[in-house]
């Protein structure tokens, strides 16, 4: 397939999701603000068009603008999520036409896809790709805010698989340098780059995420009830906040039940927990006697080859993930049970590292040394710092696209309306 086939593919893959996720709801839930964490999805469609219109109609393709007026309307950094709904913002017609225009003249640019080499935006189609990453992203997001809409449910899609390997234990990760981020992976974006060295000691890791079962254990337990598994800033966030349970888990008798996209079911004990924050995590981890891993190790242990000495593009190897490797791309709208993905793994026997939730690790936001933005600072530079962790992996709300084991994702760690759960580790051995 040609550079000009896989963009145009990608381009029209991309849309079909954004079309099933905004025309799932009527008018009225296109413009409802569901939750003040989340932009009215009519918002997310027009800017998804607007980014689109801006790097691809305007800066690669050097058109005249469609709708230079609205550009303010839709720059995600002069309005706060809560905000927008009081926005003079398109309708839900307008909004659809509008991205629908843009998409018609970016089309014709593919049809004469610029090719300058010195040109680092139009690199192997470096600026196309960006673009299906950011529409797939706020995809993801229109997901999570489908999650958070109340009312009958209007998504659907088959059920993940079942296990079909006994996933459990520790995997040890020896000590030693690995090659961590990347130079050479076309599409990623500016804070995945670039490859550098760097030596990780030895540690032990779970071989799959924390599953519902292990979390209702330590809620069971009184984790919830407990300081001291929690760090101030935790336990501050546990008690204001009224934690108790993952966000959307609920008592029914004396079993955990959890909302799932508007239905409401028992627990699945061997799926992945999800919908927990970065300070839920890493309470379970200090009640269970372990950690969370850091990033750096997350991803030895998602991308070290140990027999190669070499860092592969996923846990598996270096082709594209498959529906036998992961669960990504909204095929399913839950994770999957541990061991349902052996094909996944990574050569240290640790198992679904991508897709199913995003995993919570101890780093904070910071560039790799030797780190340049591109190719605009709003992108990753100005969140360094700050209070956000990382998330790592990617969830069954994630594509393909967007993901690969040098993706970085990260939030504040007191949100847990994405798809979050984590898994433990140790320095010391086995617990």
């Not at 939750?35 to 689109?52: C, F, R, T, Y």
């Not at 992945?272 to 970065?278: E, G, L, M, R």
Request: proline residues 8%; glycine residues 8%.
């Amino acid at each position: 397939m040609s550079l000009r086939e896989r963009v145009a593919a990608e381009l029209e893959r991309t849309r079909r999701r954004s079309e099933i996720l905004t025309d799932a709801v009527d008018d009225a839930d296109l413009v409802r603000q569901h939750s003040p964490l989340m932009s009215p999805l009519v918002w997310d469609l027009a800017h998804i068009g607007n980014q689109e219109e801006l790097w691809l109609v305007r800066d690669v393709g050097g058109r005249e603008p469609v709708r230079q007026d609205i550009d303010h309307l839709y720059d995600a950094f002069k309005h706060a999520r809560r905000d927008r709904p009081q926005l003079p913002l398109l309708g839900p017609a307008e909004a659809r036409a509008y991205v629908s225009t843009v998409r018609d003249k970016v089309l014709d640019v593919v049809d004469r896809l610029p090719s300058d080499p010195a040109r680092q935006l139009l690199r192997d189609g470096f600026a196309f790709g960006m673009i299906v990453q950011h529409e797939q992203q706020h995809d993801e997001t229109m997901l999570a805010t489908h999650q958070l809409r109340v009312g009958s449910p209007v998504l659907a899609a088959d059920p993940p698989p079942s296990a079909v390997v006994a996933v459990g234990g520790e995997v040890h990760v020896p000590a030693g340098p690995f090659d961590m981020g990347t130079s050479t992976e076309p599409w990623a974006l500016d804070n995945e780059r670039p490859a550098h060295r760097v030596d990780v000691p030895a540690f032990w890791i779970d071989a799959a995420p924390v599953m519902n079962a292990q979390y209702a254990a330590f809620i069971d337990a009184g984790g919830y009830d407990q300081p001291r598994f929690w760090s101030a800033a935790g336990w501050e966030h546990r008690v204001s906040a009224g934690l108790e349970a993952p966000l959307h888990w609920t008592r029914d008798g004396g079993d955990w039940h959890a909302t799932t996209f508007g239905r409401t079911a028992p627990i699945v004990p061997d799926a992945p927990v999800v919908h927990v924050c970065f300070h839920e995590a890493a309470a379970y981890a200090a009640w269970a006697g372990r950690r969370l891993p850091t990033e750096a190790e997350w991803e030895k242990a998602a991308r070290f080859d140990p027999a190669t000495g070499r860092s592969r593009r996923y846990p598996w190897g270096d082709d594209d993930p498959t529906p036998r490797h992961a669960n990504l791309g909204q095929r399913h709208l839950r994770p999957a049970s541990v061991g349902a993905y052996p094909d996944g793994a990574s050569p240290l026997g640790v198992h679904q590292l991508i897709g199913d939730v995003w995993e919570w690790v101890d780093s904070g936001f910071l560039p790799y040394p030797g780190f340049s933005a591109f190719p605009y600072r709003e992108y990753s530079e100005v969140f360094f710092g700050g209070d956000y962790k990382m998330l790592r992996g990617g969830s069954f709300g994630t594509d393909r696209a967007a993901c690969r084991g040098t993706f970085r994702n990260w939030d504040h760690p007191i949100r847990r309306q994405i798809f979050s759960g984590f898994r433990t580790a140790s320095s010391s051995g086995p617990a």
